[in-house]
């Protein structure tokens, strides 16, 4: 069965350091999202991603969060400077449709620690 | 606006028990329910969804969730639970491109 995967699993890095983390869709899938969840908390929502632009995203969100699909197969969320309050899990989903009944594939997530 | 709440952060069970974890949504129109499992080191993997009609939805290894609409509940159930179903389970909410999960129900099973 496809699946959603992510590299690396567990990403440790300095404060203010750049991040990129990978994900490979499932291959017939057209729509991308990025969520996160911080330790204890809910899975939230970051972003949406179809046609090779941002389709919706959250508050969460912000300037130093950048999204890519450099190729056919990898979906990329890049963190500009990274903060202690980063750290969480972060989690690559696709999807076939952007419609209502259509569900989301989700990876095992990388685990993101910032000193 | 839309959310999800699920009351227990952590339910024990014994295996071979019957389990429900609960699931109650806010949202404006007619919801679109999941439950997702998450197992040590593994993804989101679906267990069943609800869009529409019957109210009682069949999932994968096991698994039914019921839908109440009078009491905005969406429960997981599951006759006779085994050790392998220890993990995390979501239950969420779509609306448009983004779900709303809940923060999650630890399942442990003991012998």
């Known amino acids: 069965e496809p699946e959603v995967t992510q590299t690396p699993s567990h990403q440790v890095t300095q404060m203010g350091q750049e991040v990129i983390l990978r994900c490979v869709p499932i291959?017939?899938?057209?729509?991308f999202y990025w969520y996160r969840q911080i330790l204890g908390q809910k899975v939230e929502f970051l972003v949406s991603?179809?046609?090779?632009?941002?389709?919706?995203k959250s508050e969460i969100f912000d300037d130093q969060f950048s999204v890519e699909r450099p190729d056919g197969s990898n979906f990329t969320l890049k963190i500009r400077s990274t903060k202690l309050e980063d750290s969480a899990m972060y989690f690559c989903a696709s999807g076939a449709m952007a419609v209502r009944t259509d569900t989301q594939y989700f990876g095992p997530g990388t685990r993101l620690t910032v000193l | 606006a839309q959310s999800v709440t699920q009351p227990d952060i952590h339910i024990t069970v014994s295996e071979g028990a019957s389990l429900e974890l609960r699931c109650n949504y806010s949202y404006g129109a007619t919801p679109y329910l999941f439950w997702y499992v998450q197992s040590p080191g593994q993804g989101l993997q679906l267990l069943l969804k609800y869009f529409s009609g019957d109210t009682l939805v069949q999932g994968i290894k096991g698994f039914e969730a019921e839908f109440k609409r009078s009491q905005s509940s969406f429960n997981l159930r599951k006759p006779s639970v085994h050790w392998s179903d220890a993990a995390e389970y979501f239950c969420a909410v779509r609306n448009g491109n983004q779900f709303y999960f809940g923060t999650g129900t630890s399942l442990t099973v003991i012998p």
């Open positions: 991603f179809y046609n090779n632009e941002i389709s919706e």
């Open positions: 291959s017939n899938h057209l729509y």
